[in-house]
């Protein structure tokens, strides 16, 4: 009878470059080191190794297999990395789940992705309860983080099972994750970024601060399901260091800085809203802390910001950083004495890819003027699940374009002039304006309405939704609005102003124009 998998094929399996097999390197080499950490307790290299593989073999027995879709929904916990390192084990795709979603907008990454199963922890039941009740919310296997439910088996039974899982050829450029983005026509956009995309960002992350620091110790600190997150534990499994898994709820400073004390973190990722509540907490009451490399991103941070983080941790380096979902997620970086130096830049582009800045047109435009950064690399993107169109659209001209309209200086630095995608960045959260628009319209006080974004000290931007009101009726107030969205969109893509306007200002082509909007109201970038 024939192997199910031949066996000379064996040793190129182990020689793929995924973060599945580096979790089985390091399990050999350094099997009792630490690889997370969570609450105080630890899950070793081995440990890390066994319960991938048994997950992976549980769930292959169950009939998932490769390029089969599987939507992971937890908040921080370990089991999330277990479970997205056993779907990719299987040759299958992992596809994060923001937790804040509504039950529509977790039923379209049902629908779209053609989901086979979802592995989701307890606390999220009534959410899980919301998706399988609408259509096309069902996928064929539920796996519960907190014991078996109904028809949901117990993710704990089948890491327990120990079946054995035959050897599983997943080559670099196959799908890994799907990581959703809101998209500037209302519905996400999956982004498929495969096991080369993130090996690249991986080894970005560890070479741009300027040294290899095998003895850090990291953090995630950001919900599981954002890029960012995975952007840190790619390189931390790649050079087979410890990740400390911070719990997400509401952002506790004070709790944050006791587990970096604890946990002697040397290098972490925050937004510049927590950096700054961080910075206030530490300054109140110092701690002892080991910290070597401050690194933020995801929103703009201030002089005032940077000098502080400066101030506070004078021993530490700090590191900014920009890109995008698609690009997994770093095209540019800032560090050292550059990030005051040159501020307002987003840094230098990374040296593991290529970029211009372009015209309409396509032709690289001088220094100092103003064009759309372009990509190419190791680390783009394969393109948008099931969107062909978008696919082509954004790789127009045979490289992937960005939509941030940038310039840069005669050194390279390049600095952000605004965001050709008509997007808000509020807390390290992409909103996309036409998303929330299509949700405000529908209130029945709605006449036609404006999203933009208002700068804001703590979250970088707040949305504001700029309303005429329908006839005969009273207008809006945030209160209502945001109770008439609630269950329809995730809360942190809420209006938090409201500007009424009589008619909404439109351009030669009676299209809605964003700039004209601003300047009307008052309400500037």
Request: hydrophobic share 45%; glycine share 8%; proline share 7%.
């Amino acid at each position: 009878m024939e192997e199910p998998f031949p066996r000379h094929l064996e040793p190129l399996v182990s020689q793929r470059h995924t973060w599945v097999n580096q979790v089985r390197m390091h399990a050999v080499m350094r099997p009792d080191e630490p690889a997370l950490r969570f609450l105080g307790a630890a899950t070793t290299w081995r440990e890390l190794d066994t319960r991938m593989s048994r997950l992976a073999a549980a769930l292959d027995a169950r009939g998932v297999s490769a390029g089969d879709r599987v939507l992971v929904l937890t908040l921080n916990r370990p089991e999330f990395f277990e479970t997205v390192l056993a779907v990719n084990a299987l040759g299958a795709i992992a596809v994060p789940v923001n937790f804040r979603m509504a039950p529509p907008e977790v039923v379209h990454l049902v629908t779209d992705t053609g989901a086979r199963a979802i592995v989701h922890e307890s606390v999220f039941d009534p959410l899980i309860a919301a998706v399988g009740a609408l259509p096309g919310g069902a996928t064929e296997l539920r796996v519960r983080i907190g014991g078996a439910d109904g028809d949901a088996l117990d993710y704990d039974a089948l890491v327990a099972e120990d079946r054995e899982l035959p050897p599983v050829d997943v080559p670099e450029t196959s799908p890994a994750v799907i990581m959703y983005t809101s998209g500037t026509t209302g519905a996400p956009k999956g982004a498929v970024l495969t096991h080369i995309n993130l090996q690249a960002q991986a080894y970005h992350n560890l070479v741009a601060p300027g040294v290899v620091d095998h003895e850090a110790v990291a953090a995630v600190a950001v919900p599981v399901f954002h890029i960012a997150a995975l952007g840190v534990i790619s390189s931390c499994l790649l050079d087979g260091v410890c990740t400390i898994i911070l719990p997400i709820g509401q952002f506790d400073p004070a709790a944050t800085l006791d587990v970096i004390e604890r946990e002697r973190i040397t290098t972490m990722f925050m937004v510049p809203a927590q950096w700054q509540l961080v910075i206030a907490e530490q300054r109140s009451r110092p701690r002892d802390l080991a910290l070597r490399f401050l690194w933020w991103g995801a929103a703009p941070a201030s002089q005032t910001l940077l000098a502080a983080m400066a101030d506070t941790f004078p021993e530490a380096t700090i590191c900014a950083v920009f890109g995008q979902t698609e690009m997994s997620p770093v095209t540019c970086t800032l560090t050292g004495e550059d990030t005051h130096r040159k501020i307002g830049s987003v840094g230098r582009v990374i040296r593991t890819m290529a970029a211009r800045i372009v015209d309409p047109d396509m032709n690289d435009v001088a220094p100092g003027e103003v064009g759309e950064i372009v990509y190419r690399g190791p680390n783009l993107m394969s393109g948008y699940w099931n969107r062909p169109e978008a696919t082509a659209d954004a790789f127009a001209g045979g490289w992937f374009h960005s939509g941030d309209l940038v310039r840069a200086d005669d050194e390279g630095f390049v600095y952000v002039v605004d965001r050709a995608k008509d997007m808000i960045i509020s807390g390290g959260e992409n909103i996309y304006c036409v998303e929330v628009e299509n949700a405000v319209a529908a209130h029945p006080s709605v006449r036609e309405v404006a999203v933009i974004g208002r700068p804001d000290e703590k979250w970088g931007e707040v949305v504001v939704a700029v309303v005429a009101t329908a006839a005969d009726t009273e207008a809006p107030t945030v209160p209502q609005i945001r109770e008439f969205l609630d269950g329809r969109l995730a809360r942190y893509k809420h209006p938090t102003e409201i500007v009424l306007v009589d008619e909404l200002p439109r351009n030669a082509a009676g299209k809605v124009s964003k700039p004209h909007v601003r300047q009307a109201t008052g309400v500037l970038r």
